[in-house]
């Protein structure tokens, strides 16, 4: 009965926040910057906002309900509110989705983690960064975190129960750390590597800025980023490093050997991939937005000779309720530009975050990793890109790289339920909380240092500032 009573506790309160907070938006009078229809923008989206944070309704109904609302209640026109449907970054997803349910069954990524982990040495430490590889290679062509974070969570955990290394231990929580680093980190390497990326910059270009190309943004974040990377793993080998040697080479050798010889299907599979990556680095060449490479590629593994992606049984291992919500995240995002909310906002900052490019940038960082514990970062993408783009332009400085920053302090988290993909390798057991938090915080403080020790520098360095 107790615990039935708390349940019941939580359900209430969650459901007073979700009407409290935008009651209290509604109360606020309007003035002549403060206008109506911005308000009720606020109210409005907060309220959706909050129902996505408290899982008080499925989060399908919100995010179909959302753009709805906009058009009755907002009297916004429809091709305003979904606009983001006209945009690449839905039809980059679903087919990037396609791939990696391809890539799963072919079998050719764990192939190439057992590669990747004996190319560092297949102990420990080949462990912590052969992990760091695979994820770097996965996020040339999948685009979902959370995806990236099954996948290396399940091969880590795989690993433990292989090296029969106990759950909790210091040597299990050591790979689920790194299991954490690999999945986030290096899917900020590529502009495709991540929806964090690509939800930011839908955003941008719809209020007008120039945003990065794909190889534009190897050039701003590959270098700087890739450090950050190996210095998170680099935690990991030094703080966490088991008491003892493990001795694992000849466990991935012989899963390597029982793999047999290369299959036609993950032949395949790699040949499509191989060109896609190739067809994406040399887009400003060819001209063919990144977008529409991905569902090119998705194509092609549905037709005949291929058939790595049959619809009839894939499909419902496609996840349409996330693709429906990234569209609702652009469609914040695009609303509140056409209804001036983000410049309200930026003005509302500007006085406090303009007075310097570094009181900006570590402001707006700041403000990403605290919005964090309250919001998902795509909720966070979209209630802020506007306002941070506004502040910027305002303040006489590229919005771009104020973006990098914002982009960098929401992938920092201390608490598993902050952000989905964290919350599924804490889960899957390997790590206790009590380490998953301390190093977590070492990659927050690691970011932030990075951030003005090697980004805010490189960036000088190649012009980007």
């Known amino acids: ?138 996020s040339l062509i999948i685009s979902d975190v959370a995806a990236k974070a099954i996948l290396l969570g399940a091969l880590a955990l795989g690993i433990c129960n292989a090296l029969e290394l106990k759950l909790g231990s210091r040597a299990a929580s050591a790979v689920g750390m790194a299991a954490l680093a690999s999945a986030l980190g290096p899917s900020y390497l590529f502009y495709t590597g991540s929806t964090g990326n690509l939800v930011p910059f839908g955003i941008a270009e719809t209020a007008g800025v120039a945003v990065p190309t794909w190889g534009e943004y190897l050039l701003h974040m590959f270098i700087p980023q890739l450090i950050y990377v190996i210095l998170t793993v680099l935690v990991i080998d030094i703080f966490f490093k088991p008491d003892q040697a493990i001795q694992s080479k000849d466990y991935f050798k012989k899963e390597l050997a029982s793999f047999g010889k290369m299959k036609l299907d993950e032949k395949k599979i790699l040949g499509i991939c191989l060109v896609l990556i190739v067809l994406i680095a040399t887009s400003s060449f060819h001209g063919v937005s990144i977008g529409w490479l991905f569902v090119f590629a998705a194509i092609v593994l549905m037709l005949p000779g291929f058939r790595l992606f049959q619809p009839e049984e894939d499909i419902k291992k496609i996840n349409f309720s996330f693709v429906l919500f990234v569209v609702t995240c652009l469609s914040i995002g695009v609303v509140s530009v056409h209804l001036g909310v983000g410049e309200f906002i930026a003005n509302s900052l500007y006085s406090l975050l303009s007075d310097s490019l570094f009181k900006m940038i570590g402001g707006v960082w700041a403000m990403g990793f605290t919005v964090n514990f309250a919001l998902t970062p795509l909720a966070a993408y979209s209630a802020f890109t506007a306002p941070i783009v506004d502040m910027a332009v305002a303040s006489g400085i590229n919005p771009v790289p104020v973006l990098y920053a914002f982009i960098h302090a929401l992938e920092q988290v201390v608490f598993p339920y902050e952000y989905a993909p964290v919350l599924i390798i804490y889960g899957y057991g390997m790590s206790t909380f009590g380490r998953f938090a301390k190093y977590n915080i070492m990659r927050a403080v690691l970011s932030l240092v990075c951030i003005f020790a090697i980004f805010l520098p490189y960036w000088h360095l190649i012009g980007l500032l």
Do not use: H
């Open 1 to 138: 009965m107790a615990i039935q009573q708390k349940k019941s506790t939580s359900f209430y309160v969650k459901w007073i926040v979700n009407f409290l907070i935008p009651i209290v938006i509604a109360l606020i009078p309007t003035t002549d910057a403060f206008t109506a229809p911005i308000k009720w923008f606020l109210v409005i989206s907060v309220f959706a906002i909050i129902l996505i944070a408290t899982e008080n309704v499925p989060l399908l109904a919100v995010t179909i309900g959302l753009p709805v609302c906009y058009v009755v209640f907002l009297k916004v026109p429809a091709t305003v509110a979904y606009q983001p449907w006209s945009l690449e970054i839905p039809w980059l997803i679903l087919g990037g989705f396609i791939l990696t349910v391809a890539l799963q069954k072919s079998g050719l990524l764990q192939r190439i983690a057992y590669r990747c982990i004996l190319l560092f040495g297949g102990r420990f430490r080949g462990i912590l960064y052969g992990m760091a590889l695979v994820g770097t290679i996965c």
